[in-house]
């Protein structure tokens, strides 16, 4: 978390216009984007915390995220951002929606496990003694004590892999628009510099 927070100091920078195109690309990369595809990877890490570590690293986690569409959204407001703004309100909703699955798996997961465990308890006084019992047994068993395991199989994780390959997406046709304006303002200096050289 303190790296991310470093890595994002760039975009959350407020006091200078930064108004070049590799600027502006700058803070759509490094603020957004990035925060989107680091939340897409924190999610399989919700199994590996206790309850009390993952609601403190959740809420560190949602105080961070509003922090950042909040200067987003006052650098939209005031100008800073200038370029790509369609880009960004896209990102930072798939960042919001991104923090409400983050927050709802926190709070349902340890709840959603316990209840697991307490149904495969219930399965196993059964005491049926079959071959076939005992392996659904220690197979329920065994997904249940891997919460990464469960994270990995919820739908909602397939959601935040599509969000993220959606935002990864947008950045990578920004990088595309961005380059070819850069070519084209390169053709453009280079003939008017011919044309001077010839002039001259």
């Known amino acids: 978390m303190t790296l991310l927070s470093i890595a994002v100091k760039l975009p959350l920078y407020l006091t200078s216009s930064m108004s070049r195109v590799q600027d502006q690309l700058s803070k759509l990369t490094g603020g957004t984007t990035l925060i989107c595809i680091c939340m897409g990877f924190f ?64 709070l349902d997961i340890h709840s959603h496990n316990e209840i697991s ?21 220690s197979y329920l068993l065994s997904y249940y004590s891997n919460l990464q395991f469960m994270l990995s199989r919820m739908p909602l994780s397939t959601l935040e892999s599509v969000l993220c390959v959606l935002s990864a997406l947008v950045l990578l046709k920004i990088i595309t628009i961005a380059i070819a304006s850069l070519a084209i303002a390169f053709r453009r200096f280079s003939s008017k510099m011919e044309f001077r050289m010839e002039n001259f």
Do not use: W
Request: charged content about 20%; aromatic content about 8%.
């Open 43 to 106: 999610m399989p890490s919700l199994g590996t915390y206790r309850e009390s570590e993952c609601f403190n690293n959740t809420a560190a986690l949602s105080i961070f995220v509003d922090t950042i569409v909040v200067n987003i959204c006052i650098q939209m407001h005031t100008g800073v951002i200038i370029l790509f703004r369609a880009e960004h309100i896209v990102i930072l909703c798939f960042m919001l929606i991104l923090l409400m699955v983050l927050l709802y798996l926190a």
């Open 117 to 137: 465990r307490d149904g495969i308890k219930e399965e196993f006084v059964k005491g049926e003694d079959s071959m076939p019992h005992r392996v659904k047994v």
